[in-house]
């Protein structure tokens, strides 16, 4: 039974930093890419970061890019995204997927696996 597990989310100022982590389980994800979403209330989920497991091509949202960094850990099977420059417009619940693709995907439907989110509020 595959598993993603977040964590780290939590209430940080403007500018501020977080660190996300999605510890994954259940099979071997050498073959998946791995993404991280976003949603925030009354909102639709989107897009944020992917990655390739194996391959480390990766791919992000224009608004986050160049504060936003999407890495992994093989020893540990944990996916991290580390974000930095937090702006209250990042505030959502923040969601690790898996998609058994070679492709990095964009759209919630590529993926086949998803955590259960973690919270992330950035203040003004």
């Known amino acids: 039974q595959v598993q993603l597990v977040e964590s780290g989310g939590g209430l940080v100022q403007a500018g501020g930093s ?3 982590s ?31 497991w194996i391959g480390g091509v ?10 936003f960094t ?3 850990d093989n020893a540990k099977n944990t996916i991290y995204l580390q974000m930095n420059s937090l702006k209250p417009e ?23 696996y998803w955590g259960q989110g973690t919270q992330v509020t950035v203040s003004s």
């Open 18 to 20: 977080l660190r996300l």
């Open 58 to 67: 990766t791919s992000y949202v224009d608004s986050v890019k160049g504060r």
């Open 90 to 112: 990042d505030t959502a619940v923040y969601y690790c997927a898996a998609a058994q693709s070679y492709r990095v995907q964009t759209t919630p439907r590529g993926y086949d």
């Open 70 to 72: 999407i890495s992994r």
């Open 22 to 52: 999605c510890a994954a389980s259940g099979r071997t994800f050498s073959s998946y890419i791995m993404g991280w979403f976003r949603q925030a209330p009354g909102k639709e989920r989107l897009f944020v970061a992917a990655m390739h």
